[in-house]
C-alpha cells in the first residue's frame, strides 16, 4: 500500500501526519482550525485518501504557522506516499461547482515545485479564518510534494463556497495524478525516464 507517516517539530508547531493514498476517505483531523480541518477533510473525501493529522501549533500567535507547517507536512507525506511514481498518471484535473462557486484544480506530480494560485476571495475571512492562509498552505504543499499546481477560482460570491471548490477540486485532481494506469505498466509517465 502507499502509504506515510511523516513529523514535522519546530518551536511554532508539532505535526504529525498519516496518509494513505489507496483508502476510502476516512479522516481524523485535529489541527485546533476547525474551518482548516473542515477543509483537509474535503482533500480526503474527494481524493479517496485515508488522512489523519495531529497538529499542535502556536495558536495564541494566530494560525499561520500551524496551516502552513500542515502544508508542508502533507507534501513531504504525499511525496513519500507515491514513491516512484512508476505506472501512475501523473496529470490530475477537476473542476467542481458549489451552488454560485466554481473553482478548476489542476496538477502535474513533475517533480518541479510550482504554483500558480489564482483566487479573488470576496471576503477576508470566514468565521475566524484568514483566507490568506489557504495560499500558504498550498505553496508549503507544492515545494515539499514537488508539484506543479494550479489552482483557479473561476466564479464565487460566497468565500467559503469559494474555498471548498478549490480543496474539493484539489483532492480530485490529486486522486487522478496519484492513480495507477493499467496501461503505464511500471513504466515512468516521463519521456526523461525520471520525475
Known amino acids: 500500500m502507499r502509504t506515510a ?6 518551536l511554532e508547531t508539532q505535526i504529525t501526519v498519516s496518509l494513505n493514498l489507496d483508502g476510502t476517505g476516512k479522516t481524523t483531523l485535529n489541527t485546533g482550525v476547525p474551518f482548516f480541518d473542515h477543509m483537509l477533510d474535503q482533500i480526503a473525501r474527494h481524493g479517496l485518501f485515508d488522512l489523519d493529522i495531529q497538529a499542535k501549533g502556536d495558536l495564541h500567535i494566530d494560525a499561520h504557522h500551524t496551516v ?22 501523473r496529470y490530475g484535473h477537476a ?5 454560485e462557486a466554481m473553482s478548476r484544480v489542476v496538477i502535474d506530480l513533475s517533480g518541479r515545485p510550482g504554483l500558480e494560485y489564482h483566487v479573488d476571495y470576496t471576503r ?19 515545494n515539499h510534494a514537488a508539484v506543479t499546481l494550479h489552482i483557479d477560482n473561476l466564479r464565487g460570491i460566497n468565500a467559503h ?3 471548498e471548490t478549490i480543496f474539493k477540486a484539489f483532492g480530485r485532481a490529486l486522486r487522478m495524478a496519484a492513480e495507477t494506469d493499467e496501461r503505464m505498466a511500471g513504466q515512468m ?7
Request: proline residues 3%; charged residues 25%; without cysteine.
Open 68 to 89: 502552513e507547517d500542515v502544508g508542508i507536512t502533507l507534501g513531504q507525506s504525499f511525496a513519500q506516499a507515491v514513491g516512484d511514481k512508476k505506472g501512475i498518471r
Open 161 to 163: 463556497h469559494q474555498a
Open 124 to 142: 477576508a475571512r470566514i468565521g475566524e479564518f484568514d483566507v490568506d492562509l489557504l495560499l500558504e498552505f498550498f505553496r508549503g504543499f507544492v
Open 5 to 10: 507517516q511523516v513529523s514535522r517539530n519546530t
Open 95 to 99: 473542476y467542481v461547482p458549489l451552488d
Open 189 to 195: 509517465p516521463s519521456t526523461k525516464g525520471s520525475l
